[in-house]
Structures are given as structure tokens and as C-alpha cells.
């Protein structure tokens, strides 16, 4: 080319720090910024309360659609640590918050199984809401720490004593990166009680502050009552349906026809 335009050099090259291309393309990280990808969100964060689930350390999660467009999940698990990281200088809370698969989905010692975005999810969640607020109750003490679009906007604070447990997110979508920010009861609701079916004896609830409307989800029987659920209004070949758990090797099956 006679001039430099269209001309590929490293000064084309960006590098974007963060959470920055996180914001700059987020349908790779979320499918969309529609009602599909606003709704990924809190996925992601409910995924987070179900890997406490599946360790054994959780058995109540909430979620809280609030009056001023933004969402609440609440779990009774472990909570998030807040002890400082040796590498990076900072609380382990804001290091999960801030960047990308950070997070303890790769230790094998803490999660066997894992769900969500692996380290992504709740960092992707919190660069694309106009703010986020992460309380952590933990060996006795409260702490929280608030984030806008993605960055720290306050040091971990202690709060005080308590003898509760666990992690509540509270976040508000953006509206400069999504086309709609209002929460849809009941598309979270189908996607709670699937939850609900898939970890047996886990109590989920939903509720709408705004409406008033609310659900919660206990299911004893796991995805038999969730084969029990399909069947209704049908004349099912068996009355009970067949149901398989084994485990071996490290690998789970579980089956229900």
C-alpha cells in the first residue's frame, strides 16, 4: 500500500487491563446484552451458591428481585474469603471481583465440582452493573465492599460480630451495556426450580419485591420428583421412576427415567 492505512503494525495491537474487554464485547462472555444475557447474570451468581451446594457447605439460597432494578443472592455457605492474597496485595473478595478466572474452581481441594464460567462469572457480573455490593459473612465477622462497573470504589470494610454465614451479591445491570434491565420473575423462577430438581434438599427461593410474587423450591427426591414433575397429566409406563447413583473412578451418575 502506497500509505499507512490498512496497514497491520504493533501498534494496532490493544491491550485492554481488567475488566475492560469485558465491557467491550460482552456478548462473548454472557451469549448477549438482551433479556437472554441480563438473566446470565444472576445465573452466574446462583451458580456460585450451588458449587457451595455441591461441596457440602450450603443449603439455603435466595434470590430478591429489589423495587430499584437491582438483584440480590444469598447464600449460607462458606462465603467468599477476605483474607489478603500474598501475590497481588489485596483481599482474596476483591481479587474474585476484579479479574478474570481468579477464583477457587481450579483447586480440586475446594470444589470437586464446578459449575458457572470457572473464575469468570462473578468478575463478568460485576463489570457489567452499574454497581455491586458483596457482603461476606465469615468465620464470626461481616464484611463488604462495593464496586462500580467493574472497579473498586470502597476498601473491604468490616462490619461488625455475627454468627451467620455466606455470601449476598446485590448488583444493578448497566444500562449502557444492556437493551433491558428489568429482571423477569419468572423466567429466573424456571431456572431456580430446574436447580432446585438437580440438587436435592436444597431450599431456593425467589421473590419480587415489586410484585410481591414469590416461590420457593424444595425438592427431597432430586430429578425423580423432576421425572415425577414431567409426568404429570401423563400415563407413565412405570409409577416410580427408575432411578441410578453410582459413583466410581471420581466419576458421578445419576439417573432418573
Request: aromatic content about 8%; overall charge neutral; glycine content about 10%.
Amino acid at each position: 500500500m502506497a500509505d499507512n492505512q490498512g496497514k497491520y503494525t504493533a501498534d494496532n495491537i490493544k491491550v485492554m487491563e481488567g475488566l475492560q474487554a469485558v465491557r467491550k464485547r460482552p456478548a462473548m462472555y454472557i451469549g448477549s446484552t438482551g433479556d437472554e444475557g441480563l438473566h446470565h447474570l444472576v445465573y452466574e451468581a446462583v451458580d456460585n451458591c450451588i458449587d457451595e451446594v455441591l461441596a457440602g457447605h450450603c443449603s439455603n439460597i435466595s434470590v430478591v428481585i429489589k423495587a430499584n432494578g437491582s438483584i440480590s443472592v444469598i447464600d449460607d455457605g462458606r462465603g467468599i474469603p477476605v483474607d489478603m492474597h500474598k501475590k497481588y496485595k489485596k483481599p482474596a473478595l476483591e481479587i474474585i471481583m476484579t479479574k478474570l478466572h481468579a477464583g477457587g474452581k481450579f483447586d480440586h481441594k475446594v470444589y470437586q465440582v464446578s459449575g458457572g464460567l470457572h473464575g469468570v462469572g462473578i468478575s463478568v457480573v460485576n463489570a457489567l452493573s452499574e454497581w455491586l455490593e458483596a457482603e461476606v459473612a465469615i468465620d464470626g465477622q461481616k464484611y463488604s465492599q462495593r464496586f462500580e462497573r467493574g472497579k473498586p470504589v470502597t476498601k473491604l470494610l468490616k462490619k461488625g460480630k455475627t454468627t451467620e454465614k455466606g455470601t449476598t451479591v446485590t448488583f444493578k445491570p448497566d444500562a449502557e451495556i444492556f437493551s433491558t434491565t428489568a429482571f423477569s420473575f419468572d423466567t429466573l423462577s424456571r431456572r431456580l426450580r430446574e436447580l432446585a430438581f438437580l440438587n436435592a434438599g436444597t431450599n431456593i427461593s425467589i421473590i419480587d419485591e415489586a410484585s410481591d410474587k414469590s416461590h420457593t423450591f424444595h425438592y427431597k427426591g432430586g430429578i425423580v420428583s423432576f421425572v415425577k414433575h414431567l409426568n404429570k397429566g401423563k400415563e407413565p409406563l412405570h409409577n416410580e421412576p427408575i432411578y441410578i447413583n453410582h459413583q466410581q473412578d471420581g466419576i458421578i451418575l445419576e439417573i432418573a427415567i
